[in-house]
């Protein structure tokens, strides 16, 4: 015999299980920003910017063609920090792994990589997987940016999306203005869709 007790429990078993599945979007979670934070939304992923440091996102008008979102912080008319999203910037990239590889050719002559690990980024289920590359590079000081010498800190995250669209997401900074918790939230608040 079923008593109201049961049917209580059976209940509060389905709400619960219906929370977790609305909570977790069936896989496809988004990413939580840092309080002070904005951010960059385009057709294949959102990213977070660190608008209490100063960023600001860049006008579509204003910006490379290659680029889908920017934002930037400018002291003194220098541009001392950019997050960029870059979407379908290579061919024939079908898998995190290969979209890493061609982003990481991307990074330039004359910089020092510091680590690449495999990230699982928040959003849909079939795009999560992604690759973070840590380097640092010398200032050119070319098309507004710091002076020639001036050390650079740099992060790329690149992957797939849903639609296995490729995407690098990229921060460079002026070494030090950036915390290293700085650049894992910046990574952390990436939602692919």
């Not at 209580?8 to 920003?33: E, H, K, N, P, V």
């Not at 996102?57 to 490379?64: L, N, T």
Request: contains cysteine.
């Amino acid at each position: 015999m079923t008593t109201k007790k049961t049917y209580r429990t059976i209940g509060a078993t389905a709400a619960a299980a219906i929370g977790f599945a609305l909570l977790t979007g069936c896989g496809g979670d988004s990413a939580a920003l840092p309080e002070g934070w904005s951010k960059l939304d385009t057709k294949s992923l959102s990213v977070g910017y660190p608008g209490d440091k100063g960023y600001k996102e860049q006008p579509a008008a204003d910006r490379a063609k290659a680029n889908a979102a920017v934002a930037l912080k400018e002291e003194g008319g220098l541009r001392t920090g950019m997050v960029s999203v870059q979407l379908d910037f290579a061919t024939g990239v079908d898998s995190a792994a290969e979209a890493a590889s061609a982003a990481g050719a991307g990074i330039g002559l004359g910089a020092t990589r510091k680590g690449t690990e495999e990230v699982r980024l928040a959003g849909a289920e079939s795009a999560r997987d992604a690759h973070r590359i840590d380097y640092e590079f010398t200032s050119s000081g070319e098309e507004r940016t710091p002076a020639p010498g001036t050390r650079m800190t740099g992060v790329v995250v690149a992957g797939v999306d849903s639609k296995d669209v490729p995407f690098a997401v990229r921060i460079n900074a002026v070494k030090g203005s950036l915390s290293a918790q700085d650049l894992d939230a910046f990574v952390d608040s990436i939602t692919v869709k």
